[in-house]
């Protein structure tokens, strides 16, 4: 069925067409290019994630070195091994891939400049502490003596007993206590090459007193806070006025301290951060600039400089786009690596100092791609009116006014019907609350009122420019898709800070996507909803969407256009399925990309939803294998985060059961029904399957 839209022709053809997009009617030109180009998948997956010819999203954990899987086909053989959704899969090649790419690129760089030292990255451990993934990055960054970072307490310990690589450098950043710093220079004698970074002022003595006690000398850097800041969300928290590191006159003072006490020896690093995600190279030429010239004054004032660490902040690009937009970046990695390597050189070249070795702790940039979050889609709450049926002559005028305002809107007047629809729904809601209007006429408004409204956003959809008063008629027709997920659990930042992820279907990629769509999840909480997404024009309030099909929808079409036949055996299981169960509604997956970094150690048990099932896959020769399953959270286990205890829980309702035995107020059979269901919810996952 084709629908020709021309600015005279009523359009409720192409309003039903939009109603039922299934893939018997909707338009057949939909092809799996178009998918790629409406999800920006090229710009922010390349090279792990792509769209088949069956219109599935496929992840090459190698990268651009071979081997794919399509991920509908593991998330259904995932689901047979009795993983539910939501599920977060991690695929450890990517990460290895992620740790490769990096390192390479600094070797680029080094060879290209002649840089007369070597690069050693860490990582660092704050991005994502969960034990697999950063034993796996330990294992994976032996080659390269990659180290790790600890900013806490508790990293320091997972850092100590993990990182067993040679040479390989522990960063000790973060606020600092006695117990601390004895642990990281006792871990000296086990190996380790810990470098103590003073991040106050008040923690110079300390270091100082606590090596003179234990007769071991330290390794120490300092942070500097620079002038340069950075850009995007976390460009506040860095320059003059940052949480962290020391002002030139406090690093001048630190100087004169160690030195006082026979250490300068010790300082031979210089550390400084200037926020996460940065999406300007220009933001990251400035502070390689200004962090070099610091580094050659402290090595002239005598101190032992051997390392430069330039932090975090090497972007990922998020929406694809390429540019200096917080949700992207307008450099590669090899980019970051070149002028770092240059800047560095160029400073030192110019005092004829010796080059320090590189250091850069990218957790970001590591980690983020590693995982992805698959969730399903439970129900939808559509604005979808249709085509109103004709008024009668004896209905009130308003209704009247505005059936004759649905019937006439076409290209050259869909503005000004817009806000007179706008306008007699308003006096239909006043005459209502006036009482000149009953509840069924109210409803006839309203149903025609809305029918406007799809109608003129069909005409807008095909206008090259959106007046501005229509901007958000988008948004205000938007469906409401309920995911089987928390915001505040899985991806907390989405909440917190705006922060963008791709997110899309992972199946009918083929198909056109007819709706527009939000996204709502599992708490009872108006901020559990996910309404900004990515674009290529900055961000889009709506995702393009498929409608929810029935079980064997497609099959019960191509049914109708077979002769019909009296032997039930010869339909399809799904369209038997279909008849036997009208209401079954096929799976709807969705996938939530680039979410590796951050999001699963900040979450939160809002309304007490807990971690996800997690799996890791690695590629093998022959497809792949589950390395390790990490069942997610049951009911007992979070209610023990909040002090119950799950014994005294189910004692509680059994005592409460007897008692209304009792009293006659429910069947035996009844309560050991809600028993049975009380225990047996106790020990399942916290979200619906």
Not at 70 to 79: H, M, Q, R
């Amino acid at each position: 069925m084709t629908v020709e839209l021309t600015p005279t022709i009523d359009i409720s053809q192409e309003t039903q067409l939009s109603h039922y997009p299934n893939s018997e009617i909707s338009r057949p030109s939909w092809t799996i290019e178009d998918s790629e180009k409406l999800y920006r998948i090229q710009g922010w997956g390349e090279p792990y994630f792509s769209i088949n010819a069956a219109g599935h999203v496929t992840v090459s954990p190698k990268g651009d070195r071979g081997g794919s899987l399509d991920l509908l086909e593991l998330v259904e053989a995932l689901k047979q091994r009795n993983l539910g959704l939501p599920l977060l899969i991690r695929f450890s090649d990517i990460l290895e891939d992620r740790i490769e790419r990096l390192n390479a690129c600094f070797a680029k760089a080094i060879a290209r400049y002649k840089y007369g030292d070597a690069y050693q990255g860490v990582y660092p451990v704050k991005c994502n502490q969960n034990r697999h993934l950063v034993e796996d990055l330990v294992r994976f960054g032996e080659p390269y003596q990659f180290g790790l970072e600890a900013g806490s307490k508790p990293e320091l310990m997972i850092a100590l007993a993990t990182l067993k690589t040679p040479n390989s450098l522990l960063i000790c950043n973060g606020y600092k206590d006695r117990e601390y710093i004895e642990t990281a220079l006792l871990a000296t004698r086990l190996g380790h090459k810990p470098v103590i970074v003073l991040e106050q002022l008040e923690e110079v003595q300390l270091v100082i007193d606590i090596a003179a006690q234990l007769a071991i000398e330290p390794v120490v850097g300092v942070r500097a806070k620079l002038t340069t800041k950075g850009t995007g969300r976390w460009g506040e928290s860095t320059g003059d006025r940052a949480k962290f590191g020391l002002t030139i006159p406090e690093i001048i003072s630190c100087v004169d301290q160690l030195r006082n006490a026979g250490m300068l020896n010790s300082l031979q690093l210089l550390h400084f951060h200037i926020g996460s995600q940065i999406s300007a190279i220009s933001v990251i030429k400035d502070a390689i600039r200004e962090a070099s010239q610091i580094y050659v004054e402290l090595k002239n004032l005598g101190a032992n400089m051997q390392y430069l660490d330039v932090g975090g902040g090497l972007a990922i690009d998020y929406d694809g786009s390429k540019t200096n937009f917080h949700a992207s970046k307008n450099y590669n990695m090899q980019n970051y690596a070149n002028d770092i390597v240059a800047e560095v050189k160029e400073a030192c070249e110019a005092r004829q100092l010796p080059v320090p070795v590189l250091i850069s702790e990218s957790g970001r940039a590591i980690a983020s791609h590693q995982s992805v979050l698959i969730f399903d889609v439970l129900n939808t709450s559509d604005v979808l009116p249709g085509e109103p049926t004709p008024i009668q002559e004896k209905e009130h005028l308003i209704i009247r006014n505005l059936w004759e305002t649905y019937r006439t809107i076409n290209v050259e007047n869909y503005q000004e019907a817009y806000h007179d629809a706008i306008q007699f729904n308003e006096e239909a809601k006043s005459l209502f609350n006036l009482g000149y209007l009953s509840l069924t006429q109210r409803a006839r408004a309203e149903q025609l009122y809305w029918s406007c409204c799809e109608k003129i956003l069909q005409i807008v959809r095909t206008q090259d420019y959106v007046p501005d008063d229509l901007e958000d008629l988008e948004k205000i027709m938007a469906s409401i898709y309920y995911v089987n997920l928390s915001v505040f659990q899985s991806v907390p930042d989405s909440w917190a800070i705006n922060q963008l992820f791709p997110i899309m279907p992972i199946h009918r990629l083929d198909e056109e996507p007819t709706r527009r769509g939000i996204l709502a999840d599992l708490t009872c909480d108006s901020d559990g909803k996910i309404n900004q997404f990515i674009d290529l024009r900055d961000v889009k309030s709506v995702l393009e969407l498929h409608p929810l099909r029935q079980v064997g929808e497609r099959d019960t079409e191509r049914e109708k256009k077979q002769p019909k036949t009296s032997n039930p055996k010869s339909m399809s299981v799904a369209a038997q399925s279909t008849i036997q169960n009208p209401k079954s509604k096929e799976p709807y997956y969705l996938g939530l990309f680039l979410a590796g970094a951050y999001q699963e150690i900040m979450g939160n048990l809002h309304n007490l939803f807990g971690d996800t099932n997690t799996v890791h896959i690695q590629l093998t020769p022959r497809g792949y294998e589950i390395e390790h399953v990490v069942k997610g959270d049951t009911v007992t286990e979070v209610l023990g985060y909040v002090q119950y205890d799950a014994e005294d829980l189910v004692e509680s309702i059994r005592r409460r059961t007897e008692q209304a035995l009792q009293e006659n107020r429910i069947t035996l059979e009844e309560s050991q029904r809600l028993l049975q269901n009380y225990e047996q919810s106790l020990s399942s996952y916290t979200y619906l399957y």
